[in-house]
């Protein structure tokens, strides 16, 4: 294992009161707490604590569960209600060794857990509704993936298990990495919003096509087309997935729409998943599943992560901190967590304090200055007019002066002192680096400098003077990213200008 974490995207939570109530709801915990309260002061079990085949047809009665998997489903209830500590058992000793199968062999009780979550502490209660849930993760990820095992097992006999090809742990292992990628996907576009502040928004929030997930788990970062191989395994896991998330909806996690059983023949061939990856309206996409965590799904898959040595921040985090670590994390968040953790920051503090130590935090010629001025820039435009005079403080100095005068312009501030050429190519050479760094869509920056260029005439004559770190990369990049050969060739001449006097003077 690599020695350092994984970090992921930063999402959003909502307050432990609000995901407490929410938790109280989801249909596992319901049973289980429905299921002590039918226990009453004792309720007899066999030796391995399972309730008597007779109880457990009242405890389905009890839950109004019917059908084929009634008994099952209580069976489960049964099961988290134990395992969460809601229920205690006390079995006889020596029962476990001599007690016949389905014998009564002891007693279960009201547990401390019951105790605890009836009286409505709310970190008692996401307690008792993760360990739930991952009582839900282990029942989901215990189905065998029949599909893949169809070769292997004699004449379609399913249960011949023992000797088929299948790892238990691997399953687990398999369904991990699926809510896994689901987190960060949903992060990254926007999905923490599943952990919104209005719980009516973030049921709207963006869910994530099963196809989309599947691929996530199947195809190569660096593979632009999957061949017809991999995209019979994308819908190999798609239907294994869409088995399993089924069977997760009870726990709260997640929210599933599953899979239109149209798109499966007679034969049980299922559609190709190339059909759903390519560009679909959103009524046909949604034939193919579409899942999306909960908010209770954020929290207790973050919990989970984090006990796995991930680093898994929360939008927030960053509130108390000083400005120089706020930018430095900013560059690495999706636009709109970091406005929201932006906003955070700047929401206990003065306005023209906090844009002073902004301000202050931004200036730097190391590699990861442009970066953070591009980030100070941002932030800025969350302020007021109240931020005015530190903005002020700024207009001479070389790295600030040209964000200073964006901000003070577009707030229609009066007697703004008009900026040297020398500030305007800075700052234009600055922002060109800090869209460099940040990896930005290559087809946006190259329509960034056919339009700096057609603006400027000379450009590359006066750019290469620009007394900024960056200057000799940028350049070399608009040689890069302008499609015109000639203006691309005095980009490189420009750049290579630049190095030479970087040279003549270090």
């Keep these: 294992m690599s020695a350092s974490p994984l970090v992921l995207p930063p999402v959003r939570l909502l307050p432990a009161d609000e995901l407490a109530r929410l938790a109280l709801g989801v249909p596992l915990l319901d049973r289980a707490l429905r299921l002590v309260r039918w226990v009453g002061a004792e309720r007899r079990v ?60 002891g007693r279960a009780v009201r547990g401390d857990a019951y105790e605890a979550v009836s009286a409505g502490d709310p970190d008692d209660v996401l307690e008792a509704w993760l360990t739930a849930a991952e009582y839900g993760l282990a029942d989901a990820a215990a189905v065998p993936d029949f599909d893949s095992l169809r070769e292997t097992l004699d004449d379609g006999d399913r249960s011949v298990l023992d000797e088929a090809d299948w790892d238990p742990q691997e399953a687990a292992e398999f369904l991990d990495t699926a809510l896994a990628n689901l987190y960060v996907l949903m992060a990254m576009d926007g999905g923490a919003a599943a952990g919104d502040e209005e719980p009516e928004a ?4 963006g869910a994530v096509p099963l196809p989309v997930l599947a691929a996530s788990l199947v195809v190569p970062d660096e593979m632009e087309q999957p061949s017809d191989a991999v995209l019979e395994e994308v819908t190999e896991v798609m239907m294994r997935l869409d088995e399993q998330f089924r069977l997760l909806a009870p726990t709260g996690l997640l929210e599933y729409q599953p899979v239109d059983e149209a798109l499966i023949d007679e034969d049980g061939e299922q559609e190709p998943a190339e059909a759903a990856l390519d560009p679909l309206d959103p009524d046909e996409i949604s034939r193919y599943g579409l899942v999306r965590l909960t908010p209770l799904g954020v929290h207790g898959l973050r919990e989970r992560l984090t006990d796995a040595g991930a680093y898994a921040p929360v939008v927030g985090d960053l509130a108390a901190g000083p400005a120089v670590d706020l930018l430095d994390a900013l560059m690495e968040y999706p636009d709109h967590v970091a406005r929201a953790e932006a906003a955070a920051w700047l929401a206990d503090r003065k306005p023209a304090e906090a844009a002073a130590e902004l301000l202050v935090a931004a200036r730097g010629d190391d590699p990861g200055a442009p970066g953070r001025r591009l980030i100070c ?54 922002t060109l680096a800090a869209q460099l760094s940040a ?13 700096l260029v057609a603006r400027h005439d000379g450009f590359f004559d006066a750019a290469w003077r620009v007394e900024h770190p960056a200057t000799a990369d940028v350049l070399e990049a608009m040689g890069r990213l302008h499609p015109d050969r000639k203006i691309a060739k005095d980009a490189r001449k420009a750049a290579f200008k630049a190095r030479s006097r970087e040279g003549a003077t270090s």
């Design 46 to 105: 066999d030796a391995t604590g399972e309730l008597l085949e007779a109880d457990l047809v009242l405890a389905a009665a009890e839950l109004g569960i019917e059908g084929e998997d009634a008994l099952a489903d209580a069976a489960q209830a049964w099961g988290v209600a134990v395992e969460a500590g809601l229920l205690t058992l006390e079995i006889e000793e020596g029962a476990e060794e001599h007690a016949l199968e389905g014998e009564p062999a």
């Design 202 to 205: 973030a049921a709207e929030a």
């Design 377 to 430: 820039q941002q932030t800025l435009a969350l302020l007021g007019p109240e931020a005015e005079p530190a903005l002020r403080d700024v207009l001479d100095d070389r790295q600030l002066g040209g964000l200073a005068r964006v901000w003070l312009t577009e707030r229609g501030a009066a007697d703004i002192p008009a900026p040297g050429s020398d500030m305007v190519f800075w700052l234009t050479i600055d």
């Design 439 to 451: 990896d930005d869509d290559a087809d946006l920056l190259g329509e960034m400098v056919r339009d």
